[in-house]
């Protein structure tokens, strides 16, 4: 059988075209919070934070745009010998090459920390011709931080290490907050909800937190909290914190949104018996943030079963709990799940005998 012939132009139309579409970039905004970690490829990312593992500048996930003005993946690193993942990684700065950040022109508060958990060093940076540290010396597991304000006047925050030699300077982190351009208003502190009152007593691996109450009076939306969590006295440190979170968790936030750090790094809970300080502030979307709202509490001991404890819930009518049977929920008191009155099926659990007689509720299932 003879085929039909087909055009040149029909066989171009069986092929799928191929398309290229730009990535559309992320349109930044005063307020806005961006968290970036500096470490190798297949290391653990940090919660919240962005990978930077030396790529040259270019697209990244979410629309934003940042890297380095030559390759540095040959440069970075994961010691694996620090608790904190932002401190255990961290890039060197290969001579004369920058890393930037992709920003409208603007004032911005930046945080930078540098050092190496494993070895002594020398470090110089820049942060958009500000300078940050001038030749500092490290020693191992030694590291700095310092936060300032700069200008981006051409789209790009720019880090450098000046005339600083070959890997001379080491980057773990750095945060990046865009700040009001004009005179504004800050919003009003935050009225911390949970804990509940002072001196609450809250489990060591689970407290929850809670503020609400955003007002601003220049008529700006909320943007974003700040959470921390320090111990206090003489030596009191931050050992946790979430930064710039928004979504429903700048009112209500959980240990897995942030990161454990200083004496609490690689842990997932408080130390227990232990005086602590919730620290919470908001942003408004025009880069102002409030003062900070503050609730003392005390973590109780590692091994109490606390109570359940309900949120949410309308306090009238008065809520009632009911199982799929309409059959109200009993939960065991100090006495046990069993009461006399129960009824019980005999299983013998106090002896060898046969057959089970004379059950009574604290040894009968």
């Known amino acids: 059988m003879i085929q039909p012939h087909r055009s040149r132009k029909a066989r171009l139309r069986a092929y799928r075209s191929l398309r290229l579409e730009w990535l559309e970039r992320r349109e930044m905004m005063a307020g806005d919070t961006w968290l970036v970690n ?28 940042y ?32 890393w930037e950040f992709g920003l409208p022109n603007g004032t911005y508060e930046v945080t930078a920390s540098i050092g190496d958990p494993s070895n002594a060093s020398v470090h ?7 300078n940050f540290w001038n030749a500092v010396p490290l020693a191992g597991n030694e590291f700095d931080l310092k936060t300032m ?27 990046i907050v865009g700040l009001a351009s004009g005179p504004n208003g800050a919003p009003a502190a935050p009225t911390i909800t949970e804990p509940p009152q ?12 809670e503020a609400i109450g955003y007002t601003d ?29 928004e979504g429903i968790e700048k009112l209500h936030t959980h240990f897995g949104d942030g990161v454990f750090m200083n004496s609490r790094a690689g842990q997932n809970s408080l130390a227990a018996n232990t005086p602590h300080q919730l620290r919470v502030r908001f942003r408004d979307d025009a880069g102002s943030v409030s003062s900070y709202a ?22 009238s009518p008065a809520p009632t709990w009911v199982d799929v049977f309409g059959g109200d929920v009993e939960l065991p008191g100090t006495t046990g799940l069993f009461s006399p009155g129960d009824f019980i099926i005999p299983i013998d ?16 299932i």
């Open 38 to 65: 500096f470490q190798f490829d297949e290391a653990s990312n940090v919660t919240r934070y962005h990978e930077d593992d030396g790529a040259v500048f270019g697209a990244r996930e979410g629309g934003l745009f």
């Open 67 to 98: 890297g380095w003005s030559v390759d540095h993946t040959d440069v970075s690193r994961e010691r694996s010998a620090h608790p904190d993942q932002r401190l255990d990684t961290l890039i060197h700065f290969h001579q004369n090459a920058s």
């Open 124 to 130: 110089t940076l820049n942060v958009e011709g500000v």
């Open 149 to 175: 304000t700069v200008t981006v006047s051409d789209g790009r925050l720019t880090l450098d290490q000046g005339a600083a030699g070959e890997k001379d300077t080491r980057i773990n982190y750095v945060h």
């Open 198 to 209: 002072e001196g609450h007593v809250a489990s060591p691996a689970d407290v929850h937190m």
């Open 217 to 245: 009076g220049d008529g700006n939306a909320h943007k974003s909290t700040d959470w921390e969590i320090w111990t206090t006295g003489p030596n009191a440190e931050p050992v946790w914190q979430t930064l710039g979170i």
């Open 294 to 315: 503050i609730r003392n509490f005390m973590t109780g001991a590692a091994s109490v079963v606390f109570p359940l404890e309900l949120e949410d819930i309308a306090a």
């Open 349 to 364: 659990t106090d002896g060898p005998s046969s057959s089970p007689g004379g059950e009574q509720a604290p040894n009968a």
